[in-house]
């Protein structure tokens, strides 16, 4: 399998944490990545609920756990504002990174478009050595993440 060095993370600001968070930081870690959008109905049902127990269950000294709200529609809608009050009423812990929209006026931001993203849900799994390991595009079952994340845990 040919590895692919995961993009440097390009976000406008940090929530949930004290610190921002960079990918050359976390080098040794195992790295998971969901990305999201407030209105986005498979984020809001499936996605996000799993990042939360991903959170829980791994985010320490192997694996860092965040998520990346990627506003690629209804720009209008999804403002900081929103967002602060949507991971507050979901009880929400895990740090969020919110996207750097694009300078050129594209309406995909810039850290979606560095991944490639077709959309979200978008499921991003790096390993030790900042490479990209996974890219899952929608729903993607607990078993086979907490599989996934372990095996590159124990590498």
């Known amino acids: 399998m040919q590895t692919v060095r995961a993009p440097e993370l390009q976000i406008q600001k940090w929530l949930n944490t004290e610190s921002d968070i960079s990918l050359e930081s976390l080098i040794g870690k195992v790295v998971v990545i969901h990305t999201f959008q407030m209105l986005c ?3 809001v049902i499936h996605a996000l609920p799993q990042t939360q127990k991903i959170f829980q269950f791994f985010n320490g000294d192997n694996v860092s756990v965040f998520a990346i709200h990627t506003v690629f529609e209804h720009h209008s809608a999804m403002q900081l504002d ?3 009050a949507f991971l507050y009423e979901f009880k929400y812990t895990f740090p969020v990174g919110i ?9 995909i931001p810039l ?3 560095a991944y490639a993203c077709r959309g979200t849900p978008s499921l991003i799994l790096i390993d030790k050595k900042g490479n990209i390991r996974s890219h899952y595009f929608g729903v993607v ?8 994340i372990m095996g590159l845990v124990m590498e």
């Open 41 to 43: 109905p498979g984020c």
């Open 141 to 148: 079952e607990d078993m086979q993440i907490g599989a996934e």
């Open 111 to 113: 850290t979606m478009s």
């Open 82 to 84: 929103s967002l602060q």
């Open 99 to 107: 996207d750097t929209p694009d300078p050129e006026g594209d309406p």
